[in-house]
């Protein structure tokens, strides 16, 4: 008779636990689904200042009302994903009314000292070879460059430098010369991401404010509005 009634119980209780998980399933859902939630949550508080260079990377129209700055690390599946999402659905959306900033934040201790461990072990090269192209190309060479090495991020690790170097147009001589500037310069970008606590990437700024929801196109159009 006592095992019946404690066979009871537990099963009461696993019933009692089934319905607090679907309930606090269902208030998660409700406030995911809340965009004007959201929002607030992206636009909350005081935005960070972010200094941005003159020849930084930009992707849209410089004079954009709107600046979204990413943290990125060029050996990142998310940061690929983020990228994908901006180019071919939040771009299209936005039209003119925002533009994008890149900043490298490698995973990867070579030129990234506020990271713990090196999570992409090619993240710095992919970094400088990216740096170069901006050096000789500008920024559409710079955007290029990204595209390709994203593109060809799963095989980053079997590609020499200097083969994605040829690849992307950039002179070998001039790249060897220039390690000491790029690195400095992609000191600078971590630094920032360190004095922001960047702490992941891709780390998402929408005016100053951080975006986790970057991969909804919902938000962004709320942001927009």
């Not at 990271?115 to 090619?122: A, D, F, G, I, Q």
């Not at 200097?162 to 970008?189: K, P, Q, Y």
Request: glycine content about 4%; proline content about 5%.
């Amino acid at each position: 008779m006592i095992a019946v009634a404690g066979l009871g119980l537990q099963r009461l209780a696993a019933a009692q636990m089934r319905t607090m998980t679907d309930q606090a399933n269902r208030y998660a859902q409700s406030f995911y689904d809340d965009i004007d939630l959201q929002r607030y949550l992206a636009q909350r508080g005081q935005a960070v200042d972010i200094p941005i260079r003159p020849d930084d990377p930009v992707r849209g129209k410089p004079a954009a009302p709107h600046t979204v700055v990413v943290f990125s690390d060029l050996q990142c599946p998310a940061c690929r994903a983020f990228a994908a999402t901006f180019e071919s659905q939040v771009l299209p959306l936005a039209g003119d009314r925002l533009k994008l900033v890149y900043k490298h934040y490698p995973l990867n201790r070579t030129c990234n000292p506020w990271v713990s461990r090196n999570v992409h072990l090619h993240a710095c090269e992919a970094a400088e070879i990216a740096e170069a192209a901006r050096e000789e190309g500008g920024n559409e060479a710079f955007w290029r460059t990204h595209d390709a090495l994203f593109r060809d991020q799963q095989t980053l690790a079997e590609q020499p430098v200097s083969t994605l170097v040829a690849a992307a147009g950039i002179d070998a001589a001039r790249f060897a010369n220039g390690a000491a500037a790029r690195h400095a310069r992609i000191l600078e970008d971590v630094t920032l991401g360190h004095r922001l606590n960047v702490d992941h990437t891709p780390t998402v700024y929408f005016d100053g404010h951080p975006l986790q929801s970057w991969n909804r196109v919902e938000v962004w159009k709320a942001l927009l509005e």
